[in-house]
């Protein structure tokens, strides 16, 4: 478990906003190499090649390695960077935390924010392209290092808790690129009687970019979607949160593929993984859309690892979960069963 948790923490302190994946798919590229045929695209998607080559049953592992962050928009007359989300931001907790700009060099910075002296009555919290960073510098030494475009993310020391909980920023997703990793850890020696691919893809938190290219790329006949899903805590009800430590959250929707969902439950009983459904009306808002459209369609499920205070510097977890994914994973994978 130890080494998970290592694993966990080396891709979540790898830089990689959407649209420049680059650092993290670097350091997913030196976790996955020992263990399978690697490559990465002009977007900055992983890939991995394991099992059988001429398979005509190919299973797609998907997991996005972008993270949340924002991107420099300008500099003010006062050398306070402007900055705009690039994705999911929280405004409520994103005012007065430490964050780490990407220019020329790294730059520490705190976003602005007003003392609760000086506001008036119900002030509103300022909008997502309207946020201000201190890096305590003048405009004229601020324009020497920063510029329009360059990215900006939320910084935090990882963090253990008690047993196996872990506190840490981009645990969405670089969870599930861990519980991706260590799949191909799992699957290592195994004679596969399929051809797998482990994509960790860009992009997802603004466009799916990513997700949908690189499935274009590959073709597979199946999918299947690691992600992060709500954890249990206060605020969240029992219905939506998974209590971490209980498992991953196998999804049911209707772009998801019932048959699999199913055979996920099947296979975790028999492991003795626990597990909880995770129900959806409509869409899942992750990377399942893109791919159960490309082509003529992909079977595709999905499986979420449960963590608290998502989009924030403290999302936490329980790495056994992150274990007992990919446990999951590969056991399905194991018993997938070429039609050629």
């Not at 003010?76 to 964050?99: H, M, P, T, Y």
């Not at 055979?263 to 859309?289: H, M, Q």
């Amino acid at each position: 478990m130890e080494e998970l948790i290592q694993l966990i923490f080396r891709l979540c302190q790898a830089p990689g906003g959407s649209g420049e994946e680059f650092p993290a798919s670097q350091a997913a590229l030196q976790e996955l190499a020992p263990l399978a045929e690697t490559e990465m695209d002009n977007l900055g998607n992983v890939y991995a090649h394991l099992g059988k080559k001429d398979a005509k049953e190919h299973i797609l592992l998907d997991a996005h390695i972008d993270q949340i962050g924002m991107v420099v928009t300008g500099v003010d007359e006062n050398g306070f960077l402007q900055a705009s989300s690039c994705g999911g931001i929280d405004k409520r907790q994103i005012l007065g935390s430490s964050v780490v700009v990407h220019g020329k060099k790294l730059l520490a910075g705190i976003v602005c924010c007003t003392p609760p002296h000086l506001q008036k009555g119900e002030e509103k919290l300022p909008a997502l392209d309207e946020l201000s960073i201190d890096v305590g510098l003048s405009r004229d030494e601020v324009k020497k290092i920063v510029a329009p475009g360059d990215r900006i993310f939320s910084w935090s020391k990882p963090r253990r808790l008690l047993g196996n909980r872990i506190a840490c920023a981009a645990l969405d997703n670089r969870a599930s690129c861990a519980v991706l990793v260590r799949c191909a850890q799992l699957l290592q020696g195994e004679e596969l009687d399929c051809r797998v691919t482990i994509l960790l893809s860009g992009g997802e938190e603004v466009t799916g970019l990513g997700a949908a290219t690189g499935a274009r790329r590959v073709m597979p006949t199946q999918a299947i979607v690691a992600d992060v899903g709500f954890g249990a805590q206060p605020g969240v009800s029992q219905r939506v949160g998974q209590p971490l430590g209980a498992g991953p959250a196998i999804g049911f929707a209707p772009i998801l593929d019932r048959e699999m969902s199913l055979e996920f439950c099947r296979l975790a009983d028999s492991l003795s993984i626990p597990w909880k459904e995770d129900v959806y009306g409509g869409g899942t808002g992750t990377n399942s859309e893109g791919i159960a459209s490309t082509g003529a369609g992909v079977r595709t499920g999905m499986l979420s690892v449960p963590i608290r205070y998502m989009h924030s510097a403290v999302e936490t977890l329980d790495a056994q979960d992150v274990e007992n994914t990919a446990r999951l994973i590969a056991a399905y994978v194991k018993g997938v069963r070429s039609c050629g």
